[in-house]
């Protein structure tokens, strides 16, 4: 069955933690998303790549980081820069190029203890 | 700067009245539009698209208008189902490069 698997669904971080979230594709698609959503506001982009070793900044980087050694996988850091951590984390991939919609895996919720 | 914006947070509809989710949007580059629908601690699924070149697009009980002249898109569900209720976010893109998605209005469908 194809799809797109986060882990872990459910993650703690302490103070000055760093934290991976992990994604992973058998879709076989080029490009690869991570998306924050917290309560009350829309999805907003992190990083995004279009291709393996390369990805650009969405909309709120700040204090995340991001590979892309995989075509199947694109894992997120969560660094101790992060200040405000807590949130639901979902990934996505799609086609490049023109990509028809998004599919999502089915996210991870991080909080700080 | 919110880009794409779901204005009514929530809708409550008796079971199958016709459920009408609206989204406005700013930028006019704008060209693909979707709709998701996500339930609590999932994914968002896929439900509808519709490219800047149509006005409507259908499929099955959904349905979707786009106004570009007054940037705003709505979702049309007929008859609406208990099993409907779910957060709906819309979702825009230029060039289908980046997905700007807006807050999200949920839905609770009353049997």
């Known amino acids: 069955d194809g799809g797109i698997t986060q882990s872990p669904k459910y993650l703690f971080r302490k103070e000055g933690q760093n934290v991976t979230l992990s994604c992973e594709q058998n879709?076989?698609?080029?490009?690869m998303y991570w998306y924050r959503q917290d309560p009350g506001q829309g999805l907003r982009l992190i990083y995004y790549?279009?291709?393996?070793?390369?990805?650009q900044k969405g909309d709120i980087a700040e204090g995340y980081s991001v590979s892309r050694e995989k075509k199947e996988s694109f894992p997120l850091t969560v660094t101790s820069a992060q200040k405000n951590p807590t949130a639901f984390y979902l990934c996505?991939?799609?086609?490049?190029?023109?990509?028809?919609?998004?599919?999502f895996g089915s996210g991870t919720q991080l909080s700080v203890l | 700067d919110q880009q794409v914006k779901q204005n009514s947070p929530s809708l409550s509809v008796q079971e199958g009245r016709i459920s009408i989710l609206n989204c406005d949007y700013t930028?006019?580059?704008?060209?693909?539009f979707l709709w998701y629908k996500k339930y609590p601690a999932e994914g968002p699924t896929f439900l509808i698209s519709?490219?800047?070149?149509?006005d409507k697009n259908e499929d099955g009980r959904f349905t979707v208008f786009l106004n570009k002249s007054a940037k705003h898109l709505s979702l049309h569900i007929v008859p609406s189902q208990p099993g409907d209720s779910a957060v709906y976010f819309c979702?825009?893109?230029?060039?289908?490069?980046?997905?700007?998605f807006g807050t999200g209005t949920s839905l609770t469908v009353i049997p």
């Open positions: 996505a991939s799609s086609i490049a190029g023109g990509p028809e919609k998004l599919f």
């Open positions: 879709l076989n698609h080029d490009a």
């Open positions: 790549s279009q291709i393996v070793n390369d990805f």
């Open positions: 930028n006019s580059m704008f060209d693909y």
């Open positions: 519709i490219s800047s070149i149509k």
């Open positions: 979702a825009a893109s230029e060039y289908r490069n980046q997905f700007y």
